[in-house]
């Protein structure tokens, strides 16, 4: 049982990414700050397993690099980040079909423009799409018209072949939602963080971002520790312990922040991920898999240990299968299935290491959608997470560091 202080200036609950964030912050600013974290490991849903010599991250977990708010939260190199090539490997009919980007690997051009993604208007439609998006002030995006994504897409010209082939199983699977019905301007956001920036993982998986953080916060952070209920500024655990304090961070996942205090409920987005050891890859690529059959339930794959060797033991190989808005049934079957359609029966040899089912992996953002949602709740009590602004490592991070300063000025 950790040793919990009986008085603190904050009390921060949940130590994900926006928790340590706001932590840093205050902690940075001489603030007597204590974290507590319900699970055995700081993260929240940025977790790695290590199940037989393999990484898992919980759920298919890619990190984007041109987020701002990682240089402000970590040191990248410390992370050793093993970096996607860019662009995308489609699956259709028992074939694969490299998608790339141009601009950054040239001598994919050709093999790109005639992939049977859409056509070569549609392909020159994605340059213009690069150019508007990586143009100006990003935060200029989050005011633009807002359409959900796929009405969007139509609207830029692109064909349904393109979005079905291309769109959906890539963008579906960033935002946990095939049907494309997210706001447009976190649609956009994305896409520029993709074509400014790298997409990567950890060395030793996802887990090793928010561990970085916590490094900084030594002994602040208690884990096993889980809160029944905030009287005013007062924490009382589950054991009935309490904590005094000046102010009470809130800094779980929806649901979790629901159960202590008032807010707004809004639809969660789910996912379903299954991981298989192989004795050799079925391809050699360290590029995203998509399935251009417009079918599912497995909108995108990676074979991780080409990418990050790392997360695999020696002479072995991992298989991650992405499954948006799939939690129930025979995960396993149905993935299985699906990828034996791309690369064969040798397929039925591969072992099955864990199935991940994620009710509850984030928030809708649909249209008219909002960042910078209201974190001050009044008496001393505020609440941050990715659910208060963008859906993604960055609005988590972002919004955590908000919160900071804004409890910081606050108390100052």
């Known amino acids: ?5 009986a008085r603190v200036d904050v009390v921060v609950i949940g130590a994900g990414l926006a928790g340590l964030a ?15 974290e319900s699970q055995d490991d700081v993260g929240g849903r940025v977790r790695t397993d290590i199940v037989d010599g393999f990484r898992l991250d919980r759920g298919f977990q890619i990190l984007l690099t041109a987020y701002p708010e990682l240089r402000r939260q970590v040191d ?62 990003p935060r200029e995006l989050l005011r ?38 997210t706001s447009r301007r976190m649609f956009d956001i994305i896409f520029r963080s993709l074509g400014q920036g790298d997409a990567g993982v950890p060395r030793l998986g996802m887990n090793a971002l928010p561990r970085q953080m916590a490094g900084r916060l030594p002994g602040l952070v ?37 159960s202590l205090v008032a807010l707004p409920e809004r639809a969660s987005r789910r996912a379903g991920a299954v991981y298989f050891a192989a004795d050799k890859p079925p391809t050699s690529s360290k590029l ?16 991780m240990s080409n990418v990050a060797p790392s997360y695999a033991p020696a002479g072995k190989h991992l298989v991650v299968a992405a499954m948006p808005d799939v939690i129930d049934g025979d995960l396993e079957s149905l993935a299985r299935d699906q990828m034996r359609s791309w690369w064969g029966s040798h397929v039925d040899a591969w072992r099955h290491l864990r199935t991940y089912r994620i009710a509850h992996a984030g928030v809708e953002q649909r249209p008219p959608f ?16 990715d659910h208060r602004d963008t859906g993604s490592l960055q609005g988590a991070m972002f919004s955590g560091r908000r919160c900071g300063e804004l409890v910081a000025g606050a108390l100052a």
């Open 370 to 385: 909002n960042p910078k949602r209201n974190i001050a709740l009044g008496n001393g009590v505020f609440v941050c997470g």
């Open 288 to 303: 995203v898999i998509l399935d251009g059959s417009g079918k599912g339930p497995v909108l995108n794959a990676a074979v």
């Open 144 to 181: 633009g018209q807002d359409l959900p994504t796929v009405v969007a897409l139509r609207r830029a010209g692109f064909s349904q072949t393109m979005i079905n082939r291309f769109f959906r199983p890539l963008f579906g699977g960033i935002q946990l939602d095939p049907s494309l019905a």
């Open 76 to 137: 990248l190199g410390a992370l050793d980040i093993h970096n996607f090539d860019p662009g995308a490997l489609v699956m259709m009919h028992g074939k694969s079909y490299t998608v790339s980007d141009p601009f950054r690997a040239p001598r994919t051009l050709l093999g790109t423009v005639r992939a049977p993604i859409g056509s070569v208007a549609d392909k020159a439609r994605i340059a213009m799409l690069r150019a508007r998006t990586l143009r100006g002030d």
């Open 1 to 5: 049982m950790s040793q919990l202080p």
């Open 22 to 36: 706001a932590a840093r912050h205050l902690h940075a600013k001489s603030f007597n700050v204590a974290v507590l």
């Open 222 to 258: 208690h884990l096993n520790t889980s809160v029944a209920s905030i009287d005013g500024r007062t924490v009382i655990t589950a054991d009935a312990r309490r904590i005094e304090s000046r102010a009470v961070i809130v800094a779980t996942d929806l649901p979790s922040a629901r």
